[in-house]
């Protein structure tokens, strides 16, 4: 009987080691960050034109947007720069070489908002790269979406 309990006892240790060592193996450990609306068209406001897929933001917005020699642009909306202070400074220390662009949510870049970019209200951070895909939309005010977007853009610049 002690014999069984051992092999049993063994067994139930060795599994859990067997599993892992398959998966350092073998496994991968990737993450990747998919750019949106690849595959599904976004939720157009009634005033703009659906897009096609997969979407990418046309060249005559892309030509106006500063993204210098850096591949990312993280574009901020904002109708009072205090508003946004605290977590751009955030963005900032912590990634100082990412361009970062403060737009105001009214005229022109309102229409880029809902129909270049597709943000819905409570978001009112974009992220996007040179190639014209947007990375992903963040909210200013949420703790969560900015750790979310910190991990984002890890992976990114990781791969990139």
Same mark, same amino acid.
């Given at each position: 009987?002690?014999?069984?309990?051992?092999?049993?006892?063994?067994?139930?240790?060795?599994?859990?080691?067997?599993?892992?060592?398959? &998966?350092? *193996?073998?496994?991968?450990?990737?993450? =990747?960050?998919? @750019?949106?609306?690849?595959? #599904?068209?976004? %939720?157009?406001? +009634?005033?703009?034109?659906?897009?096609?897929?997969?979407?990418?933001?046309?060249?005559?917005?892309?030509?106006?947007?500063?993204?210098?020699?850096?591949?990312? &642009?993280? *574009?901020?909306?904002?109708?009072?720069? =205090?508003?946004? @202070?605290?977590?751009?400074? #955030?963005?900032? %220390?912590?990634? +100082?070489?990412?361009?970062?662009?403060?737009?105001?949510?009214?005229?022109?870049?309102?229409?880029?908002?809902?129909?270049?970019?597709?943000?819905?209200?409570?978001?009112? *951070?974009?992220?996007?790269?040179?190639?014209?895909?947007?990375?992903?939309?963040?909210?200013?005010?949420?703790?969560?979406?900015?750790?979310?977007?910190?991990?984002?853009?890890?992976?990114?610049?990781?791969?990139?």
């Amino acid at each position: 009987m002690k014999g069984k309990k051992a092999l049993f006892l063994f067994l139930a240790l060795l599994l859990p080691i067997c599993v892992f060592l398959f &998966l350092k *193996i073998f496994g991968k450990n990737e993450f =990747a960050v998919k @750019s949106l609306y690849q595959l #599904k068209a976004p %939720e157009a406001i +009634s005033n703009c034109i659906i897009p096609a897929i997969p979407y990418h933001i046309p060249d005559s917005v892309i030509s106006q947007l500063n993204f210098a020699s850096d591949s990312l &642009l993280l *574009i901020w909306y904002a109708t009072n720069e =205090a508003d946004i @202070s605290k977590p751009k400074g #955030k963005v900032t %220390e912590k990634y +100082s070489t990412l361009n970062q662009l403060t737009l105001s949510p009214t005229g022109k870049f309102k229409t880029w908002k809902e129909c270049v970019f597709f943000m819905s209200p409570p978001y009112d *951070i974009v992220l996007l790269n040179k190639k014209g895909f947007i990375r992903g939309e963040y909210k200013s005010y949420d703790r969560d979406e900015m750790d979310r977007l910190f991990v984002e853009l890890d992976i990114i610049l990781k791969r990139y």
